[in-house]
């Protein structure tokens, strides 16, 4: 009978906590040591010292850990602090305030803690996991004169025991950000607020469950983790959406959840794509398609959408045209009463949105312009204001398009309606729109109105 697995100590020392995270993530790809040593070409042994803590593991193979067991980064975001104890001979040099990239000062915490086999019993499951929410200071409050008077004086209590009620308020939260995501946009106090509600979320992944509800548990925490992920990405904070996308992605795979993980996955392949990385994010897409026959027509038409703006940025327009093809396809059988809730914002006008977007990088490179025209003029008309951000993002690439092969009169009439929408939300994705859309108006800066809108583009911006 194999021995059960030695009990770490996550709360110990970073070294310590680095192992645990190591095991956890080693556990959820199904691998044993020896079959992780041999992916990034280590013994089994090295990586079982690792985990245990007599070894502190150094940044280029936390890089190589990383990529195997694709944690999002966690493990080389954690590295800098266990060489740091290293280095420093302290236990507790994690707990060094450090400034971010932001200015604020943050407080590394842990990411999650192990899975071990011992902590499992007849009735319920005590899953050691905590939340990698607060990495370089993304919720820390601003330093001001005020904000010691929202310091808490008590510490939030964790129930003993995890209810539907805790469940419930879970899925409750992940529609309210959602809501909130898709009016604003990701930034100012959306991105905070939703980060604190994962933070919660991932805390009650660490106290004890009926074994009955575990899924939905993890379920709602995949749910929750993806919309705090896509805040994360409006609002440009890259290395931690695909922290958050990780950790959501594991829940959704520890929950059995094919659905939610197709849908985390069309957002880790549309965030490399945005970021200009075609092949990862084709390699996303892919990974979402996984077991095809288990999602429904809406999340094929998605999945497809994301594999043709992958290959469109990659400028392979056959490839790109032909997944069009197969995304039109699939989204002419959908059946939204078969969809998951989190689906149902994948309607006409977001496809012809989505697809116009692959259709837009093909354009600019002088293919089937009118078709992208028409896609996106689609998808303006049917958006509704619940989805502002969306109507904006098609607007501005409508309006990119008629300024770089079309009427710049035109581009001026549908930017200027694009910047009411923007200016309603903190979105950095839908400024970096306008953004191109004000370079484009460059060549025609001896059109007045063009001129006009670019300033005013300029004023949106900064304010």
């Known amino acids: ?60 193979l936390a890089r190589l850990l990383d990529a195997a067991l694709d944690t999002g980064g966690i493990l080389e975001w954690m590295c800098s602090y266990v060489e740091a104890e290293a280095d420093n001979g302290r236990p507790d040099a994690y707990k060094t305030k450090e400034r971010t990239d932001s200015g604020r000062m943050g407080v590394p915490e842990a990411v999650m803690l192990s899975l071990d086999d011992d902590t499992l019993s007849d009735n319920w499951s005590d899953v050691r996991r905590r939340s990698f929410l607060t ?126 993980r197709a849908k985390i996955y069309s957002f880790r392949a549309r965030q490399a794509i945005w970021l200009g990385d075609g ?14 026959d288990r999602l429904t027509a809406t999340e094929h038409a998605m999945l497809h959408t994301a594999r043709a703006r992958a290959y469109a940025k990659l400028g392979d327009t056959e490839a790109a045209l032909k997944a069009i093809g197969q995304a039109d396809d699939a989204f002419a059988r959908r059946d939204p009463a078969v969809d998951p809730p989190w689906m149902a914002y994948y309607d006409e006008a977001q496809h012809q949105g989505d697809t116009g977007h692959a259709l837009y990088d093909l354009a600019l490179a002088g293919h089937h312009q009118p078709a992208a025209v028409e896609r996106f003029d689609t998808a303006v008309k049917l958006h509704t204001d619940a989805y502002v951000r969306s109507r904006a993002m098609s607007r501005t690439k409508l309006a990119a398009l008629h300024m770089a092969v079309g009427d710049p009169h035109e581009a001026v009439a549908m930017g200027t309606l694009a910047l009411t929408d923007v200016g309603q939300m903190r979105s950095r994705r839908a400024a970096d729109g306008l953004r191109e859309l004000a370079s484009l108006g460059y060549r025609h800066r001896g059109i007045p109105e063009v001129t006009e809108l670019r300033e005013r583009i300029k004023e949106t911006i900064n304010a």
Not at 279 to 292: F, K, V
């Open 135 to 260: 990495a370089g200071g993304a919720t820390a409050i601003a330093a001001s004169p005020f904000s010691h008077l929202l310091a808490p004086t008590e510490p939030a209590q964790l129930p003993a025991v995890v209810r539907l009620q805790d469940i419930e308020q879970i899925q409750d939260a992940a529609n309210v950000v959602s809501g909130w995501d898709n009016a604003y946009g990701g930034g100012g106090i959306v991105r905070q607020v939703a980060t604190a509600q994962l933070k919660w979320a991932s805390a009650l992944l660490e106290c004890r469950c009926p074994e009955k509800i575990r899924p939905q548990l993890f379920a709602a925490a995949a749910r929750l983790g993806m919309v705090v992920g896509a805040t994360d990405f409006d609002a440009y904070a890259h290395d931690d959406a695909r922290r958050v996308f990780a950790f959501a992605a594991a829940c959704a795979e520890e929950a059995g959840e094919w659905h939610l």
């Open 1 to 60: 009978m194999p021995q059960s697995p030695k009990p770490l100590n996550p709360t110990g020392s970073v070294r310590e906590r680095f192992g645990a995270h190591l095991r956890h993530w080693r556990m959820v790809r199904r691998l044993s040591q020896t079959q992780l040593g041999a992916l990034v070409h280590v013994s089994g042994n090295q990586i079982g010292k690792i985990e245990k803590g007599e070894r502190i593991c150094r940044a280029p």
């Open 279 to 292: 092949d990862t994010g084709l390699t996303h897409a892919e990974l979402g398609l996984a077991r095809s």
